[in-house]
Nanobody
Framework: QVQLVESGGGLVQAGGSLRLSCAAS????????MDWYRQSPGKERELVARIISDGSTTYASSVKGRFTISRDNAKNTWYLQMNSLKPEDTAAYYC??????????????????WGQGTQVTVSS
């Protein structure tokens, strides 16, 4: 029904920047909440940043002031601008969305979707 496609990961030196993108497509009525999570080997997946339908944002304390989540409603796309990257930011980053999506011609419900993940590696 709905697909999330991420892009923008890669290798960067400490202090550098990267921007991740997540594009949603399919039978979308509304994107209710859009998130970025990350997971390092041996650690649990953690919420990095969230933006909800009214535009309000929340951040993990470890990234506050360095990362910015934003969205383009017309494109059903959201972004994570990551500045002043640190080696401890190295992880697989996943986008996630709570989506109001159509499951028939006129009926819709709320669903949760994940992107495929993109690797971010920060070298010291």
């Amino acid at each position: 029904q709905v697909q999330l496609v991420e892009s923008g990961g890669g290798l960067v030196q400490a202090g550098g920047s990267l921007r991740l993108s997540c594009a949603a497509s399919g039978r979308i009525r509304r994107l209710n909440a859009m998130d970025w999570y990350r997971q390092s080997p041996g650690k649990e997946r953690e919420l990095v940043a969230r933006i909800i339908s009214d535009g309000s944002t929340t951040y993990a304390s470890s990234v506050k002031g360095r990362f910015t989540i934003s969205r383009d409603n017309a494109k059903n796309t959201w972004y994570l601008q990551m500045n002043s990257l640190k080696p401890e930011d190295t992880a697989a980053y996943y986008c996630h969305a709570d989506v109001s999506a159509y499951y028939s011609e006129t009926m819709y419900s709320s669903f949760s979707y994940w992107g495929q993940g993109t690797q971010v590696t920060v070298s010291s």
